[in-house]
């Protein structure tokens, strides 16, 4: 979790990383950003499910032969996925004769699961330390975040003094064809940034239109970016300075998106944070107190412009709060105890021709009281390392409400389940210091083998 992983100069290793790394981010970035849009151009997304599966296959056989690592941890999160998608093809198969679709999606990112733990796996035979090993497995997906924040704002940058037009190179990228079909242009700026014609959020900036980096709508930037950086904050080696730095730079990309959802999830981020240390804190008390001081200035100063924001979002010129709304209300109001699963497009699901079914909901509810619950436990760690990536969980848990069924459609909660979380269950349940190559001053006396 480095920001530079502890890479030997070997060369052959080299190439090896670079080859885990090309798969982690090619895979995690399906339904996120245009990576693989420039790749397969037009090819149906039906298509590019079976193109995916088997690239994992070739890559598999590449770096691992046949072998499979045994699975030494499995957390029960991934149980009660595994029943949510068990029961998806079920309904599929029953109500509309025709389960192939999600099977072969659940097929990739099962596989892709595979691919990730056989990573960990090899790299800590190599390195003799899990730590290191999760710490390499993790840092593709810190790079491409810290990448999409630098594109946003050397973007903003270079339109601001007009160095680039933001209307020029028009794209019509398949992941951004919904929102195409409903009015919003979409460029590609001396192929920088994707940016869209639709109205800046902060008229302080200028008239500035909207940046989002390789992904297609604010929201899902932040929704990307944003769990990175309290996993860069996790890192006890990286200076002082150097977070801060971070922390600027983040809140800056979101002041540039502006995203409601992103906004009402990071002030739950940061009063949980704040709550943690002063419960924690021999003194915490003034914690608390200095945190409600700068939460009444925070409302004076910004205030109007959040709620006008959040009013403009949610009631005026979008359709943001129905459709979160209505993609939490279809997991929750099952109206037989069988339906149609959780996978279903949003056109279907506000159609109201549709229902998940009593099991699936019940699924669904289970899924996201113990992934909540886990998580606030490593929240409030006094372990400043599992706070933190714990606080990046948290984000990423709150914004993932907002796409509701669709989350179980993206490697990237799968990526966050066998990668970050399932390390912290591990690591918080044998009480060994979380992540302690990272500069814990107490490291030394951390023996990897206890994690068995």
Request: net charge positive.
């Given at each position: 979790m480095k920001l530079q992983p502890s890479i030997p100069s070997n060369k052959i290793f080299l190439k090896t990383y670079l080859f885990d790394a090309f798969i982690i981010l090619f895979i995690l970035t399906i339904n996120l950003t245009i990576i693989q849009d420039t790749v397969f151009g037009n090819i149906p997304f039906a298509y590019r499910i079976f193109i995916n599966s088997g690239i994992l296959i070739i890559a598999f056989f590449i770096r691992f032969r046949t072998k499979i690592f045994k699975i030494k941890y499995l957390p029960n999160i991934a149980i009660i996925l595994c029943a949510i998608w068990v029961m998806d093809i079920v309904q599929l198969v029953i109500f509309r004769s025709s389960g192939l679709h999600i099977t072969s999606l659940y097929i990739l990112i099962t596989l892709?699961?595979?691919?990730?733990?056989?990573?960990?796996?090899?790299?800590?035979?190599?390195?003799?330390?899990?730590?290191?090993?999760?710490?390499?497995?993790?840092?593709?997906?810190?790079?491409?975040?810290?990448?999409?924040?630098?594109?946003?704002?050397?973007?903003?940058?270079?339109?601001?003094?007009?160095?680039?037009?933001?209307?020029?190179?028009?794209?019509?990228?398949?992941?951004?064809?919904?929102?195409?079909?409903?009015?919003?242009?979409?460029?590609?700026?001396?192929?920088?940034?994707?940016?869209?014609?639709?109205?800046?959020?902060?008229?302080?900036?200028?008239?500035?239109?909207?940046?989002?980096?390789?992904?297609?709508?604010?929201?899902?930037?932040?929704?990307?970016?944003?769990?990175?950086?309290?996993?860069?904050?996790?890192?006890?080696?990286?200076?002082?300075?150097?977070?801060?730095?971070?922390?600027?730079?983040?809140?800056?990309?979101?002041?540039?998106?502006?995203?409601?959802?992103?906004?009402?999830?990071?002030?739950?981020?940061?009063?949980?944070?704040?709550?943690?240390?002063?419960?924690?804190?021999?003194?915490?008390?003034?914690?608390?107190?200095?945190?409600?001081?700068?939460?009444?200035?925070?409302?004076?100063?910004?205030?109007?412009?959040?709620?006008?924001?959040?009013?403009?979002?949610?009631?005026?010129?979008?359709?943001?709060?129905?459709?979160?709304?209505?993609?939490?209300?279809?997991?929750?109001?099952?109206?037989?105890?069988?339906?149609?699963?959780?996978?279903?497009?949003?056109?279907?699901?506000?159609?109201g021709k549709y229902q998940v079914g009593l099991i699936s909901s019940f699924l669904l509810i289970l899924f996201y009281m113990y992934f909540f619950i886990k998580i606030i436990t490593f929240v409030f760690s006094k372990n400043q390392i599992t706070h933190y990536i714990g606080l990046g969980l948290l984000y990423f848990s709150l914004h993932m409400l907002k796409l509701g069924n669709l989350i179980f459609e993206y490697p990237f909660l799968i990526f966050m389940i066998v990668v970050p979380f399932a390390y912290c269950q591990k690591l918080k349940r044998n009480n060994i210091l979380l992540y302690s190559a990272l500069g814990h001053p107490k490291a030394h006396y951390v023996v990897d083998n206890q994690i068995d």
């Open positions: 892709y699961a595979l691919y990730l733990y056989n990573c960990i796996e090899y790299y800590s035979i190599f390195f003799s330390s899990y730590k290191k090993s999760f710490e390499i497995v993790l840092s593709p997906y810190i790079y491409i975040s810290l990448y999409n924040v630098f594109i946003v704002i050397l973007a903003f940058i270079l339109i601001l003094l007009g160095v680039i037009q933001a209307n020029s190179n028009p794209v019509e990228y398949s992941l951004l064809t919904p929102n195409i079909n409903a009015g919003v242009d979409y460029f590609y700026p001396a192929h920088l940034s994707i940016v869209s014609a639709a109205e800046f959020r902060l008229s302080i900036l200028g008239d500035i239109p909207m940046i989002t980096g390789l992904t297609h709508e604010p929201h899902v930037l932040c929704f990307m970016v944003f769990p990175a950086l309290f996993f860069i904050l996790a890192n006890q080696n990286l200076k002082k300075r150097i977070k801060y730095l971070m922390i600027v730079v983040y809140s800056f990309v979101g002041l540039l998106c502006m995203s409601t959802t992103t906004i009402l999830c990071l002030i739950i981020v940061i009063i949980l944070h704040l709550l943690s240390n002063s419960l924690l804190q021999k003194r915490g008390y003034i914690t608390l107190i200095l945190a409600i001081v700068l939460i009444i200035v925070g409302y004076i100063l910004f205030g109007t412009i959040l709620k006008e924001v959040i009013l403009f979002k949610t009631t005026i010129a979008t359709g943001s709060r129905d459709y979160s709304s209505n993609m939490l209300l279809f997991m929750l109001t099952p109206k037989s105890i069988l339906g149609f699963g959780t996978v279903l497009a949003p056109q279907e699901i506000f159609s």
